[in-house]
């Protein structure tokens, strides 16, 4: 009976000490370097017997730097079903969702990982991107389509969510300000690069691939949306508001000597969360008495700058401009879900509190409430699950070049880096992805299909779910290191 309790709280150990970012951070180390299937074969090991949303998004995208492009879009298709659970719960059953807010939990880790709002919108994105690699522009156009709705099902559910933590906290009488966890590195959430954005999930990256995709379907008029949506996230950004100069002139008669081609360089990779543990008063038969309780930080890693430029081979250079920081999304993320933090582990230190008096009052050995004490410090872990694969930085350029091979050099902060690729069609993309350690991973996408690109009225929605299967092969990419 005495230790009833202890082992109820340890019962619960193997899920909540296992440490994603650990896991990740063997994997990735593997993969900037060059050794991605080395790195998909530890990814493999780690998720055996637990195939998740993470294990997705991370297969996703360690295919995709291996240049696996149909695998890498199944992987995110098959991450992107748990998304569509959220979404649909959300809409149609939010308290099933919002009953959880003020759960009272052995860890946060046990909770449900349902994914941070910008790794939802993130993947539509990247989604996209897959689709046209593999020449698919028809579900690159879905999944830019169901990025907007997305972006406005996580703006609703958000609302509620907000008015439901109020009401928790005042019901529980628990100050839900960061300010007041003493010792909480607050400072690392309130920059400016954090504090400026318009929430955690929208980018200036997302919506401009949007603009460039409805533009290649031949419809002016939701790529110019895209591109002034991009332009209203990062006015900055000149290199956005170029976009909708002449839209509707390349839509109805493009150059048919070039082919307009889209550059997106990504680099780097997001932070880690961390946990800090931070004594919590919580209130007991002879007074206060504190608990210790962890909550998830993160820090600014800026691993690798952006790159600058793409030199061509005829000496020509196409700048590129940052548009969207994943790091400071996965910070905004942090800032926004604190609230709902403090609450879940304000409560979670009471009710340990509690069985701790409990156990204590009823211990003659002093046995179980030092195994009470044990449990609790062992279970006390903030939750640290993200999608760490992801780029921290998105540069995006763009440029009318001659259909065919280019070898060119990309400006890196490790110095010039050669990388080739191909254009062809009226439209391309050309996907360039730098380590921390120097490599390149390269992929492209080309329309060939559509050599004569027309204007077309806005076509009718295809049915959601509905999947075209790819229109050409991927294109062969390795990562390249001068």
């Known amino acids: 009976m005495l230790t009833g309790a202890a082992a109820l709280v340890l019962s619960g150990c193997a899920g909540v000490l296992r440490s994603h970012d650990s896991e990740m951070s063997v994997t990735l180390q593997s993969a900037m370097s060059g050794q991605v299937d080395k790195a998909l074969e530890i990814l493999e090991s780690n998720n055996k017997f637990d195939k998740n949303f993470l294990y997705f998004l991370e297969k996703g995208e360690l295919l995709r730097l291996k240049g696996a492009y149909a695998e890498s879009r199944d992987a995110w298709l098959s991450a992107d079903e748990f998304v569509r659970q959220w979404e649909e719960e959300a809409k149609h059953s939010p308290e099933k969702l919002l009953g959880n807010i003020g759960a009272v939990l ?25 689709h046209a690699v593999l020449g698919d522009w028809d579900n690159a156009r879905i999944e830019v389509r169901k990025m907007h709705e997305r972006e406005a099902v996580i703006a609703e559910f958000r609302a509620r969510e907000v008015e439901k933590l109020k009401e928790q906290a005042e019901a529980k009488n628990i100050r839900t300000q960061v300010e007041d966890l003493k010792g909480y590195p607050v400072e690392l959430l309130n920059s400016r690069e954090v504090t400026g954005l318009r929430n955690s999930y929208q980018s200036a990256f997302g919506h401009y691939l949007a603009g460039f ?21 990062r006015p900055d950004v000149p290199m956005l508001k170029q976009a909708l100069a002449g839209l509707d002139r390349r839509v109805r008669r493009p150059n048919p000597k070039f082919t307009d081609t889209l550059i997106v360089a990504e680099s780097g990779k997001v932070p880690a969360l961390k946990s800090v543990t931070i004594p919590i008063p919580v209130p007991g038969p002879h007074g206060f008495q504190f608990v210790p309780t962890s909550f998830p930080t993160i ?36 800032r926004d879900n604190l609230p709902g933090i403090i609450v879940r582990g304000t409560l979670r230190a009471i009710a340990k509190g509690a069985m701790q008096q409990a156990v204590a009052r009823n211990d003659n050995t002093g046995f179980a409430g030092l195994l009470m004490m044990a449990a609790n410090f062992v279970t006390e872990s903030a939750d640290e699950r993200m999608w760490r694969s992801l780029p921290g930085q998105v540069a995006l350029g763009r440029a009318l070049l001659p259909p065919g091979k280019h070898t060119a050099e990309l400006m890196t902060s490790h110095g010039p880096r050669r990388v080739e690729f191909e254009v062809k069609g009226p439209y391309s ?12 991973f390269v992929a492209q996408a080309v329309t060939p299909e559509i050599a004569q690109a027309k204007f077309v009225e806005p076509k009718p929605e295809p049915a959601r779910g509905k999947r075209v299967k790819p229109a050409a092969k991927p294109v062969t990419a390795a990562p390249s290191k001068s």
Not at 305 to 328: Q, Y
Not at 431 to 438: F, I, K, P, Q, Y
């Open 213 to 233: 995709v409805y533009e290649v379907s031949g419809e002016p008029g939701l790529a110019a949306a895209g591109y002034r949506q991009a332009i209203e996230l």
């Open 429 to 440: 993309i050309v996907v360039l992805r730098t380590s921390e350690l120097g490599n390149v």
């Open 299 to 334: 820090d600014s890693i800026q691993s690798g700058a952006v790159p600058t430029a793409l030199r061509l081979e005829n000496g020509k250079s196409v700048d590129l401009h940052g548009v969207t920081s994943f790091d400071s999304m996965a910070r905004r993320e942090l």
């Open 106 to 130: 052995i860890n946060d880790k046990t909770r449900r990982y349902d994914g941070a709002d910008y790794e939802k919108v993130a993947l539509a994105a990247r989604l996209a991107l897959d």
